[in-house]
């Protein structure tokens, strides 16, 4: 008989697994499914926290970064990576899970339009110039024209992880519940975890890691973003435009979302009304079509102050690992370092040095 406020994973008989992952954001998603193709045993732990970065993301994959248009780390490789992976994934769960959708730019000053056109000239790769300048009349406000980012693809991310949830639960590898650190016993040979005995654990725990006993000390650099979801009945949905801030369709017809704000300093996790106010600001400025918006969400991103993910096992937890620090990319960076993980786990494949938490030796080594 349950007794009262006794966890789900208490009632379990003893469940033995190779790998127990807590988180099944986009890094515990991939790294589960990569260790399904394997055949390998795990347990996922997750709250179904609905204000998980994961949950908030466009899920837009763009090979080109910020003001002075820069091309994205790594995505030379990452873009075939992910369109496979996320192609492969998808057809496990029958759903799609990528698509392809271009960016279309508009400039929001001449200054903008001259630096645009100056990196075409250099060669800058996925930069194009828009043939048909007054295609996009109709729909929006623009006066310094507008530009083409391609390839750019969108990573379903909404249809994708209650799938993956669901065939966790199917499979029986998930419980529901939140993770309790004092329950946590890291021994020679093995962990255990109320139940739960496993090889290894695997922390994907996103912002969760800036306080977890194993990894607090590595330099994490929590980042906010806020987003709204809006109803635009007119818009076509072929493209993503951007103007300061990315507008993207969403999986229900004519709903899209808009973002979103990086901000670095901040005091909790809720939507503001600064943002709230902003972006409907320009939205007025920027649509000549009527709009509606339906939600407003705020996350904050699993930055690290180099801006390079957080992958491996502890160097003196040999028991214990994580695949976090994410920030803005989760949406390529998840699978590409999932998969580099597994491999590590199952193969001693050595992981990308600038993504390997072994180089924060000396750090982990005050833990
Ligand atoms: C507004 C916004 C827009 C974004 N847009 C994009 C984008 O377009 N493209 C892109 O590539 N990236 C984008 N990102 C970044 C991306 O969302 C993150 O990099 C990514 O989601 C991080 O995934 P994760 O699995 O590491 O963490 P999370 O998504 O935080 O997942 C961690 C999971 O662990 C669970 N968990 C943690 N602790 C516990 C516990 N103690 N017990 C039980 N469960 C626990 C949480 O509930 C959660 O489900 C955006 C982020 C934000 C905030």
Known sequence: MKRENEPAAINKAQIDVEYLILGQGLCGTFLSYYLKKENRSFLVIDNNDDAAPSKIAAGIINPVTGRRMVTTWMIEELLPFVWHAYTQIGQLLDITAISQRNIIDFFPSPQMLEAFRKRIQES?????????????????????????????YTAHTERLLPAWRQLLKNDECLLEEDFDHNHLRVKEDKIEYKGIRADKIIFCDGVNGFVNPYFRLLPFAPNKGEALIVQIPDLPDQFIYKKGMLLTPLQEKDVFWIGSSYEWNFTDANPTRKFLDSTQHLLKEWLKIPFKILDHKAGIRPATLERRPFAGIHPFHRRVGILNGMGTKGCSLAPFFAKQLVDHLLYQEPLQADADISRYHKILARN
């Open 124 to 152: 800058a790769p996925y930069l194009y110039s828009f043939p048909e300048q007054n295609h996009f009349n109709n729909l929006f406000q623009y006066d310094f024209g507008c530009g083409e980012i391609r390839p750019v």
